[in-house]
């Protein structure tokens, strides 16, 4: 997270309510910040601000249970403007959220340290015993225990405990200690008094006292000696600790007994680490030394030089390490807080501008979808140059701004060429060329949830509108057709959205297969989140160009170079040449041979040559949307003219059937039948089957009669009836699925 001081400069403090001012000054108080800081900054108000204000309500904060900490700052300067930066190298997973770190949410500098510990006047020392005993075994567990010890040769001077005893239960301890007429040393052993005696927290199996004798990872230690032991106490409170007992060692700590549950060591130990972290993070300093599952801790119940150990409490905070762990999450997870619709009644909050008009908003997500060679990467381009300059693209207007285009698939020097090529064939000058950066990562690309943070960090700051990645599959991190793997791979786009401000724009190409049978929405391959997450979603489908239709197209082609060879020999084609005669290759043809050079005819010759080279490559596409936050627009025909897409404003692609779809007419058309027979009847009904089975179904293999039926538009029943006929499918409970064998 940034520096306070520079967070700040986004927050005028004219713009600020009194609650709000409060609310710095005891945000930066928490975070260790000096009373200057808050001064210096209210002083750029000079309306409101009265020297030595700000030093005389420093004193009056105490502090809270719940303190004002860095998030509101942060939060405050987010709603004037400011994006947070994400510092740090390491790849973050799924999870990962990149923002300020909110693990702190206790100041230790508002607790008292000074006071004294709760005495239990209630309970003898073999009461206390008894107690921890009875809270934290099971009566057929195995105890360890240590009364004897031996002075360290070490220049400390300090006493090391021996291995002590390990085979009684506590069951039997319990049983001994309760007929021992108060005297703990009758039935553990004599100890020495000036030392004090330990206990081992965790059950054994009664075969030795080390890691792999803990026949269950029950409990962890937290022992702390760096503050008071009030504070020591009153921070296990407010963390909330799931705490099975707490002892006064009869020094300087108190030994808190927590709940950690764990399964096996692989998880007591990755629990015992998150533990310490939220305990440090907080002022709670964890003698690490103390993570072994087999550690000893100090028995309640005996003297320790002038003091005794004794138990403070059992069974204090959450009840479990899960209910904890959710605790903490709650805290820590920097969500914002519930709202109340009615406070927007009069106050709608303002929509994002748009980015390509009547498509996709600012600061949203759209997914274009298609198959190989449709030319995706050239409309991305043809997208970012029309950002750039503030153009139209494909008709819609667009924003005008900067963007980056993240170039995963091409090389360098091609990527380059792409876009001065597309800027050429656009007819655009490059008037706003500095608005696009590219970011070529050809070789060089992780996986999204790597390259989210690493985008983040050299992006921000940089004002970008857009930021366009080329193509996913390059980055894709998991099972494309799993729904779970692939919400949390299009988080990262969230995350890029939310942080950087700008929309994130991405494309995917389709499955294998004829696509004309599919919905526009289903055609993307891999796992039906891809249609369901973005915001804007253009397809494209390849359109079947027939012979006619590319004919017209050559000649319409030929004819407007023979007038552009025409007009650049400075004849007046409109003088020379009819109406007609300009829409007729042939004519025109005619007339360039009648009034060119004959060296300047034979160049044209040449030029007509590579016009019909070029012709016979165009490909014609569909492109149908569907927005979350548009209405549905009719689709769009258009051209693939190496190297762009120009749109059919003429309407000649407007009956155009997809490349591979067989419509009625194509096939009354071929086949000279009126009708189809009873086997090309069913054979249909059956692909349909397949083709909504396939795109409906979960990752369990089943999918819903109710969603066969909205894919296909038939009733439930006609479905039921279809997969039937099909044979190959089980219906039960108004689900389906393919059989088996």
Request: charged share 30%; glycine share 6%.
């Amino acid at each position: 997270m940034d520096n306070l001081t520079e967070i700040l400069k986004y927050i005028p403090p004219d713009s600020c309510n009194y609650t709000e001012w409060v609310n710095v000054g005891m945000a930066l108080k928490f975070e260790g910040y000096s009373c200057n800081v808050w001064e210096d900054w209210s002083s750029l108000d000079s309306r409101r601000f009265h020297p030595g204000e700000c030093a005389e309500k420093w004193e009056s904060f105490k502090g809270s249970s719940t303190p004002v900490t860095a998030g509101t700052v942060v939060q405050m300067a987010k709603e004037r403007g400011y994006k947070p930066i994400y510092h740090g190298d390491e790849p973050l997973d799924f999870d990962s959220v990149i923002c300020e770190d909110n693990e702190k949410f206790i100041d230790i500098g508002y607790i008292d340290s000074e006071g004294e510990l709760p005495v239990p006047h209630d309970k003898t020392p073999v009461e206390q015993l008894i107690t921890y005993l009875e809270t934290l075994f099971n009566s057929d567990e195995n105890v360890g225990y240590v009364t004897k010890s031996y002075e360290s040769k070490n220049k400390d001077g300090k006493y090391v405990p021996t291995k002590g005893h390990w085979d009684r239960t506590a069951g039997q301890l319990i049983d001994e200690l309760s007929k021992s007429n108060g005297d703990i040393g009758a039935v553990l052993g004599d100890y020495n008094k000036q030392v004090g005696a330990w206990i081992r927290f965790n059950p054994l199996d009664g075969n030795g006292i080390k890691n792999e004798n803990v026949s269950d990872f029950r409990y962890a230690l937290v022992e702390s000696d760096n503050i008071s032991l009030t504070q020591q106490y009153e921070l296990i409170k407010r963390l909330e600790l799931p705490v099975a007992a707490i002892v006064y060692s009869g020094s300087k700590s108190v030994h808190a007994i927590i709940k950690i549950n764990a399964p096996d060591f692989t998880e007591y130990r990755k629990r015992v680490d998150f533990l310490y972290k939220i305990c440090a993070k907080n002022g709670l300093t964890v003698d690490t030394q103390n993570k072994n599952p087999s550690r000893l801790s100090r028995m309640p119940g005996v003297k320790r030089g002038e003091n005794m150990q004794y138990l403070l409490d059992t069974n204090i905070g959450k009840a479990s390490w899960d209910d904890w762990k959710e605790f903490i999450d709650g805290i820590t997870d920097d969500l914002p807080d519930f709202e109340n619709l009615s406070d927007y009644e009069n106050n709608l909050p303002e929509l994002s501008p748009p980015l390509i008009e009547n498509v996709l908003r600012q600061g949203h997500k759209m997914l274009l979808a298609g198959p190989s060679k449709a030319g995706k990467s050239f409309a991305l381009i043809e997208l970012c140059i029309s950002i750039a300059e503030g153009r139209r693209w494909l008709g819609y207007k667009c924003a005008k701004g900067k963007v980056l285009y993240v170039n995963l698939e091409l090389d360098k020097p091609s990527c380059i060429h792409r876009f001065f090529d597309a800027y050429k064939a656009m007819g655009l000058s490059r008037n706003y060329i500095k608005n696009i950066k590219i970011w070529n990562l050809r070789g060089q690309s992780v996986p999204m949830d790597q390259l989210a943070p690493m985008l983040i960090r050299r992006a921000a700051k940089q004002n970008f509108i857009a930021v366009i990645i080329d193509p996913i599959y390059k980055v894709i991190t998991g099972d494309e057709n799993s729904a779970d793997q692939m919400a949390k791979f299009c988080n990262q786009f969230d995350k890029i959205c939310a942080q950087l401000g700008c929309s994130v724009i991405y494309c995917h190409h389709h499955s294998k297969g004829a696509q004309g049978d599919k919905r526009s929405m289903d055609r993307a391959s891999g796992s039906g989140v891809f249609a369901r997450d973005p915001d804007a979603l253009l397809d494209l489908i390849e359109l079947e160009i027939t012979d006619s239709l590319r004919s017209q197209e050559e000649n319409k082609a030929i004819c407007k170079t023979c007038t552009d060879v025409l007009t650049a020999s400075g004849i007046d084609v409109d003088e020379e040449v009819s109406q007609d005669d300009m829409c007729s290759s042939t004519a025109m043809q005619k007339h360039c041979k009648r009034l060119l050079t004959d060296d300047c005819y034979n160049l044209l010759l040449n030029d007509i040559e590579d016009v019909k080279r070029t012709v016979a490559a165009f490909t014609a596409w569909r492109i149908e949307g569907t927005f979350r936050e548009f209405p549905k627009s009719p689709p769009l025909n258009v051209w693939f003219k190496y190297p762009i897409h120009e749109v059919d404003n003429i309407g000649c692609l407007k009956d155009v059937e997809p490349v591979g779809e067989q419509t009625w007419r194509s096939n009354f058309q071929k086949s000279g039948k009126r009708s189809k027979t009873d086997e090309q009847r069913k054979e249909e009904r059956i692909q349909t089957i397949e083709t909504a089975f396939e795109n409906c179904k979960n990752d369990s293999g089943e999918a819903s009669i109710k969603d066969l039926a909205e894919y296909t538009g038939f009733s439930e029943k006609t479905i039921c009836r279809r997969l039937k006929e099909h044979g190959g499918f089980w219906i039960e409970d108004k689900k389906t699925g393919r059989k088996k064998g």
